[in-house]
């Protein structure tokens, strides 16, 4: 079956542009992650949903940065003026069952963000 | 702040059982320990996870003391493939069990 999709895969853009990421989690998963990966680093957790509810933000690093998954299943991490320090990959993952870490998560392929 | 800390990168070779060790002296009673792979390019795979004792799967095996203060991956008879960031990972119970992702351990295979 279909994995979590992301889109799009590679995004260049000039600083202080806003840019959107979407991700398409795996069809019926209740909870969404996103989370930001440096080269050579773990990931990051960034926020997280169950169905349309918005968990966890505490890993946002400011107010430039949401996310909203409001029929919960696709979501979208929006980061505003865009800066060159937001350069990463950005990774989702989505579980079947809701809210516990513990639950295997399935990672999709990430967008690489290059912000010029 | 739950942390682990695995070694930072292994060498070995084709056919060769591989143990990875991880330390984890402040996992909450609840939390389970889980393993992810990743390869390069790609996104984590989830390997495997259990509580005590031990787990195995069609991929590897997972060994955890009574004391549960550490753990170790076993792969058995690694290919070139396997070759890949294994990450170990325990919930945070200050931080609502969030998984914290360290660096990994980069373990390369070699023919």
Redesign the interface.
């Known amino acids: 079956g279909a994995g979590v999709s992301q889109s799009p895969r590679y995004k260049v853009t000039k600083r202080g542009q806003d840019v959107a990421l979407r991700c398409d989690p795996i069809s019926g998963h209740v909870s969404l992650y996103w989370y930001r990966q440096a080269l050579g680093q773990g990931p990051e957790f960034l926020t997280y949903f169950n169905y349309e509810a918005q968990q966890d933000k505490s890993g946002l690093p400011n107010d430039r940065f949401s996310a909203e998954r409001p029929e919960g299943s696709i979501s979208t991490l929006t980061i505003q003026r865009t800066e060159q320090r937001d350069s990463a990959m950005y990774r989702c993952a989505s579980s079947a069952t809701n809210g516990n870490f513990n639950n295997e998560q399935f990672f999709g392929p990430g967008t690489r963000l290059t912000v010029l | 702040l739950a942390k682990t800390t695995q070694p930072i990168s292994m060498d070995s070779y084709e056919g060769q059982e591989v143990n990875i060790t991880c330390s984890h002296n402040n996992i909450a009673t609840n939390?389970?320990i889980?393993w992810y792979q990743q390869f390069p390019s790609?996104?984590?795979?989830?390997i495997i996870?259990g509580y005590k004792t031990k787990v195995t799967n069609e991929v590897a095996s997972l060994f955890i003391p009574a004391d549960r203060k550490s753990s170790t991956l076993s792969l058995p008879r690694v290919s070139l493939s396997d070759t890949a960031v294994y990450?170990c990972l325990v919930?945070d119970m200050d931080?609502?069990?969030?998984?914290i992702?360290?660096?990994?351990t980069k373990l390369i295979i070699k023919p």
């Open positions: 939390d389970y889980t790609q996104g984590p795979r989830f996870q990450y919930g931080s609502n069990y969030q998984l992702w360290g660096a990994g």
